[in-house]
């Protein structure tokens, strides 16, 4: 069976005229903030004042970088900067290198009887058992 595949689907809704939801809001904003200045300031310091918030508001709504919107960038650029840069795994309940060897065979014995007890019944392997060597090296890495 076939289907018909809807084109353009990413393309927002034009709401007011040829401008979608955001780029009205943002021409919006910018007029409303001139209006306040055109009756708040003296004529020459509203144009030295309007000019700049309105290019900032058609940059906000028409720019886009390889298919991206202005904002979406910003948006992206704020987190880049305040997230951490690093992120470092470890697996919950394993002990840190530095101990011995028969400590992390203590700790790794402990750590799975207490999880049985959480869990209920199960199998339980010998301690002298190859299968909790593999099981230590593994979980140590060693």
Do not use: N
Not at 5 to 26: M, Y
Not at 39 to 47: A, M, Q, S, T
């Amino acid at each position: 069976m076939e289907f018909t595949v809807p084109q353009f689907i990413e393309k927002e809704a034009k709401i007011v005229g040829s401008l979608t939801l955001k780029q009205f809001i943002f021409f919006g904003v910018a007029v409303l903030i001139c209006v306040a200045f055109y009756f708040l300031l003296p004529f020459w310091l509203f144009i030295i004042a309007a000019l700049p918030l309105l290019a900032v508001s058609f940059a906000l709504s028409f720019y886009k970088k390889e298919g991206v919107t202005l904002p979406s960038l910003i948006i992206g650029y704020c987190r880049f900067i305040f997230k951490p840069k690093i992120y470092l795994w470890r697996k919950k309940g394993t002990p840190p290198k530095f101990l011995q060897k028969k400590e992390i065979e203590k700790s790794a014995i402990q750590m799975e009887e207490d999880e049985e007890k959480k869990r209920g019944a199960r199998l339980k392997i010998s301690k002298g058992s190859k299968l909790s060597d593999l099981h230590t090296q593994v979980e140590t890495q060693e």
